[in-house]
Nanobody
Framework: EVQLVESGGGLVQAGGSLRLSCAVSGFTFDDYAIGWFRQAPWKTREGVSCFWTTNSSTWYADSVKGRFTISSDNAKKTIDLQMNSLKPEDTGVYYC???????????????????WGQGTQVTVSS
């Protein structure tokens, strides 16, 4: 059974940084994609970033390019999201999601993923 557990959320002032981690377990093979999504109150879930383990390819939403970096920590078996220059509009519950061996067409679409974590709250104050 695939399990994804997020950590690292919290409250930060605008311009600050947070690092989220998604602990990954249960995939049969080492080829999978992990996406980070977020959902603000009264808004639909938004794809933020994706990491594909097969070739370490990454994808980012335009709203976070240049500020967020996704990476893999093989020793810890986590997919991390470093978030810098945070803005109030980055506030929301952040989820990681997984699919193996990879997504079909859109790495930032929630329908591509079949395993989800419980989420971690990120709040950016102005």
């Amino acid at each position: 059974e695939v399990q994804l557990v997020e950590s690292g959320g919290g409250l930060v002032q605008a311009g600050g940084s947070l690092r989220l981690s998604c602990a990954v377990s249960g995939f049969t093979f080492d080829d999978y994609a992990i996406g980070w999504f977020r959902q603000a109150p009264w808004k639909t879930r938004e794809g933020v970033s994706c990491f594909w383990t097969t070739n370490s390819s990454t994808w980012y939403a335009d709203s976070v390019k240049g500020r967020f970096t996704i990476s893999s920590d093989n020793a810890k078996k986590t997919i991390d999201l470093q978030m810098n220059s945070l803005k109030p509009e980055d506030t929301g519950v952040y989820y990681c999601a997984g699919v193996a061996p990879h997504f079909s067409t859109n790495p930032l679409a929630s329908y591509e993923y079949d395993s989800w974590g419980q989420g971690t709250q990120v709040t950016v104050s102005s």
